[in-house]
């Protein structure tokens, strides 16, 4: 489904160049649950990135479903990233004026016309199955971390992404909450969702069904 | 913020200028008739075996009064005209001493020689009379006499406090009790016209009134006008430069109060571009997010400003007879250039935000 073939990444600060990734290759097959360990500075979450297409790779081929989407230009990237791609992140980003459905719906208000009602329905409904029933219309700064955390689940769901990209999704929250959110991670891979998770926590690691541990930018 | 109060400042600027302006004109405008009208004549130079005789006027035709005063009040450009003063001269004895008569209607003459000041009061009645300040010292005669003249007698109300003009040689009647003694009925010397002359040109009403009027002297007083003119331009203009540096200094603070914002939401734009939004929809959003502040700065800054308006003029005391008039179309006006101008401030900042990558973006998270 996902195959990332020596795959380099080099950062420059100062004048100074960093090799984050050293001809990395991995392939994900659909429906995986896979999880990317390792210590802060590793390149796990810079791997992530170039594999949600986030970040372009300097050098190596990234091919989904056969296609090099190293040399897809940046419309294709933004179709990708809209239907197929969904990423969740440490600080569960939350546009903070738009309430816990309006976030949900995000992917869809790239246009003035409002979301269609079926739209909203789904929205709710994924709300609901995150466990958020009733909690629609509140703003994030209204919702706790791992509540907000669920809001970013769910518009992972809405969107019916192919593949979830999540980095460090529990690393802000407490053990419990943690927990939880870890658990619908878990139930959305069993729905056939491909999920490709960085954390540090080797607990949350064991859930996947695969785990590839990293560090200086290779997989040890 | 900053363009609510910039919109408010230029608004209440506007306003206070408009107010001012009319004010002015109307002010100006009491200082003398800028059109002349008279009978056309012919000039004669008559000089004899050396001797010169001077100018005589031949050929003159008395204007009619009443004729002579709708025609000008039937002009196209009717609502510039503030007064018609319609008078007539005649010349007559005083005891020994030759005197010009001039008969005026009151009620038109005073609104434009509201620099005459009188040791008493102007008539109130046909056989009152006001009488020049060097006229009245060569007769003898002050405030409270009585004098004859076209064998009529008259009670002399006033006397003119010196103008330097020819009004200190001249004792003024009422037009129709002289053109009753003097067997002169409806008829006039000349007229003095005042007229409100901001934005349209003299040389329009004169010719206007010269289509009514074929066979009249009509001659513009340009430099009274133009005088007019350029006092009312120059408050005009004025406000104009301030309003231009208070517009320019409130889009540099929009395309700065951007430029923060972009950087402060590096993280909802990685977060939008992450969800597939385009550059150009990044852009979009920012521009019509500017948009829309700037036409509500565009609405409370016009509101605000027409309220201060009041304010200001109240505190300068120079809006007499003027006061600020609510504008539907300015306000649209207003709205519609303030909206393009955040849009153009923003447009710079809202690009740079919308061409960060995600993954530079991302790094704020």
């Known amino acids: ?220 | 913020m900053v363009f609510t109060l910039g919109v408010m400042s230029i608004v209440a600027l506007y306003q206070v200028s408009l107010v001012i302006g009319s004010s002015m004109e109307k002010k100006l405008s009491t200082y003398g008739a800028n059109i002349l009208i008279s009978p056309s004549n012919e000039t004669l130079s008559v000089s004899y075996g050396g001797f010169h005789l001077g100018d005589m006027l031949y050929n003159v035709e008395p204007l009619s009064e009443k004729h002579t005063v709708s025609a000008v009040k039937s002009i196209e450009l009717k609502e510039r005209i503030s007064s018609v003063a319609p008078k007539l001269v005649a010349t007559t004895k005083i005891g020994d001493t030759a005197v010009a008569v001039v008969g005026v209607r009151w009620e038109n003459e005073l609104p434009i020689k509201s620099y005459w000041a009188t040791n008493g009061e102007f008539p109130s009645s046909p056989d009152e009379i006001v009488i020049g300040s060097k006229a009245a010292e060569n007769l003898g005669i002050h405030t409270g006499d009585t004098v004859n003249f076209f064998g009529s007698p008259f009670r002399v109300s006033a006397v003119l406090y010196p103008t330097g003009g020819d009004d200190d040689n001249v004792i003024l009647t009422d037009l129709g009790a002289l053109q009753t003694i003097t067997n002169r009925q409806d008829e006039v010397s000349f007229l003095e016209v005042a007229a409100l002359c901001s934005g349209c040109p003299i040389d329009d009403i004169v010719a206007q009134i010269r289509k009514q009027l074929p066979g009249t002297d009509i001659k513009a007083l340009s430099n009274v006008v133009n005088q007019r003119m350029a006092s009312i331009t120059f408050v005009q203009r004025l406000v104009l430069s301030i309003s231009l540096v208070i517009l320019v200094t409130a889009a540099t603070m929009v395309g700065l109060s951007m430029l923060s914002a972009v950087n402060e939401r590096k993280k909802d734009i990685g977060l939008l571009r992450s969800l597939g939004y385009s550059k150009g929809r990044v852009f979009f959003i920012f521009c019509l997010e500017a948009g829309f502040i700037g036409i509500l700065s565009g609405i409370i800054g016009y509101f605000s400003g027409f309220a201060a308006s009041f304010k200001a003029l109240s505190l300068l005391a120079m809006a007499e007879g003027a006061s600020p008039v609510f504008d539907f179309n300015h306000l649209l006006i207003t709205c519609s250039i303030i909206g393009v101008i955040t849009v153009l401030a923003a447009s710079y900042p809202a690009w740079k935000g919308a061409s960060i990558e995600p993954s530079q973006a991302l790094m704020a998270l």
């Open chain 1, 1 to 220: 489904m996902l195959q990332a073939i020596n795959i380099n990444k080099i950062f420059k600060s100062e004048g100074q160049e960093t090799q984050v990734l050293k001809n990395i290759s991995l392939e994900i097959p659909q429906g995986e649950f896979l999880s990317i360990v390792g210590r802060s500075g590793s390149g796990k979450t810079t791997l992530l990135n170039v594999l949600s297409t986030l970040v372009r790779p300097d050098d190596g081929e990234l091919l989904y479903h056969g296609d090099d989407l190293t040399s897809l230009p940046e419309s294709g990237l933004n179709r990708l990233r809209y239907a197929d791609f969904s990423v969740i992140f440490q600080f569960h980003h939350l546009v903070p004026y738009l309430t816990a459905l309006e976030n949900t719906l995000l992917p869809f208000m790239s246009s003035l016309k409002p979301a269609p009602r079926e739209l909203v329905d789904k929205a709710s409904d994924c709300l609901g199955r995150v466990g958020l029933a009733g909690k629609e219309n509140r703003l994030p700064g209204n919702l706790s971390g791992g509540e907000q955390q669920r809001v970013a689940i769910a518009r992972a769901l809405v969107k019916s992404s192919r593949i979830l990209f999540a980095d460090e999704p529990t690393g802000s929250l407490d053990k419990k909450t943690g927990a939880e959110i870890m658990d619908l991670i878990v139930d959305l891979n069993s729905e056939g969702m491909t999920v490709v998770m960085v954390t540090h926590d080797p607990e949350y690691a064991k859930l996947a069904g695969r785990s590839v541990n990293m560090e200086d930018g290779v997989f040890v």
